[in-house]
């Protein structure tokens, strides 16, 4: 009976924080952070949520790739700029 209750209360957590992290996909927020937080919760108990979780735990990587932050954030050798400007810290 316990074993029961612990996963509905796993279950009813879960999907509380994974709805206010989709709500937050049109709503103002960091709905990026509490989407797999969610799945993170749900994953302790249920597989569905598991093979989820593994599923954005690889399009975080594939875009964290995709994505150079340094070429992002760096201003040296773009075309079009001022030489004389002080470069960023």
Known sequence: MLKYARRIAILVVGMTVLLAGIALLVLPGPAVVVIPI????????????????????????????????????????????????????
């Open 38 to 89: 969610g799945l993170a919760i749900l994953a302790t108990e249920f597989a569905w949520a598991r093979r989820w979780l593994k599923v954005v735990r690889e399009s975080a990587e594939k875009g964290a790739k995709r994505v150079n932050l340094r070429a992002v954030f760096t201003r040296r050798n773009r075309p079009n700029e001022r030489q004389d400007a002080a470069p960023l810290p």
